[in-house]
């Protein structure tokens, strides 16, 4: 079992960058793909990026590349998400989710096995 735990979230300007950090618990942190998700009020949890165990692959959403870097330090079991040239859209509350497989799913929140309980992240223009 893994526990998440989201931190690094807050208040910024459209422009401003924040590095969201997941630390997770447990000696097989390096086994599992971390994802990033964003839930903003009223919508759904929206895939934000994925790495694999190994740190080599990743993915985006289309409205974060270019913007968005998901990396991870297995040694001290924890993955980031820097964010960019932040935007009023960005706002959200963020959260952190493992899996134990890579498939083509990884978009779909349903998929996930552990979530943290989130950081809020505000972008005012």
């Known amino acids: 079992q893994v526990q998440l735990v989201e931190s690094g979230g807050g208040l910024v300007q459209a422009g401003d960058s924040l590095r969201l950090s997941c630390a997770a618990s447990g000696r097989t942190f390096s086994r599992y793909v971390m994802g990033w998700f964003q839930k903003a009020p009223g919508k759904e949890r929206e895939f934000v990026a994925i790495?694999?165990?190994?740190?080599?692959?990743?993915y985006y959403a289309d409205s974060v590349k270019g913007r968005f870097t998901i990396s991870r330090d297995n040694a001290k079991n924890t993955v980031y998400l820097q964010m960019n040239s932040l935007k009023p859209e960005d706002t959200a509350v963020y959260f952190c989710?493992?899996?134990?497989?890579?498939?083509?799913?990884?978009?779909?929140?349903?998929?996930?096995?552990?979530w943290g309980q989130g950081t809020q992240v505000t972008v005012s223009s």
């Open positions: 790495i694999s165990s190994s740190g080599i692959t990743t």
């Open positions: 989710a493992a899996r134990s497989s890579f498939t083509s799913d990884y978009r779909s929140f349903q998929q996930y096995d552990y």
